[in-house]
């Protein structure tokens, strides 16, 4: 080996401590100042997302409780014949029934719409409306009508609370 090629002679090697200066007070808290600024906008916006993102899930949580759980609309009641009570359902079992309203009975033209349906969530009233269908006796059914269905509660929208026969 030459000579003439040595990287380690003293003019190759660079010395890191004659080229680094020294960094002056006012500077060093300037770049220290920028972090800490920075830092509190990233804190800003987690603190928004996170009140934002608690906000939406309270409204949701609020409309899922309104709109399912208590969606009372208003509670009836109708008078007519039980023409057919039935259990069916998959997985949950509700009790389906039929009514037919005494308004169609003094029309001379029989009309469909007058056909009153409903879902029955109590087992007893649901056996006693199976005994009293297709008999004559006329029924008053006291029902609740809601929002929307639930599987839990019946197909219909008015679900049966208490009935009368007269």
């Not at 009140?51 to 208003?74: C, D, E, H, Q």
């Not at 109590?122 to 008999?135: C, V």
């Not at 809601?146 to 019946?154: A, K, M, V």
């Amino acid at each position: 080996m030459s000579e003439e090629n040595d990287y380690f002679d003293d003019e190759f090697v660079v010395d890191d401590k004659k080229d680094t200066k020294q960094e002056s007070a006012d500077e060093k808290e300037l770049r220290e100042l920028d972090k800490v600024t920075i830092n509190m906008k990233y804190n800003w916006l987690r603190t928004t997302a996170a009140v934002v993102g608690a906000l939406l899930v309270i409204g949701v949580a609020l409309w899922v409780w309104m709109y399912f759980w208590v969606p009372v609309v208003s509670e009836q009641e109708q008078v007519g014949y039980i023409d057919e009570v039935r259990c069916e359902g998959r997985i949950f079992k509700t009790f389906e029934g039929k009514m037919l309203t005494v308004g169609m009975l003094y029309d001379s033209v029989p009309d469909i719409t007058r056909e009153f349906e409903f879902s029955i969530d109590n087992d007893s009233i649901a056996r006693d409306l199976m005994r009293l269908q297709k008999t004559g006796h006329k029924v008053a059914i006291t029902f609740k009508e809601f929002d929307t269905t639930l599987p839990w509660r019946g197909k219909s929208k008015r679900v049966v609370t208490t009935f009368e026969e007269r």
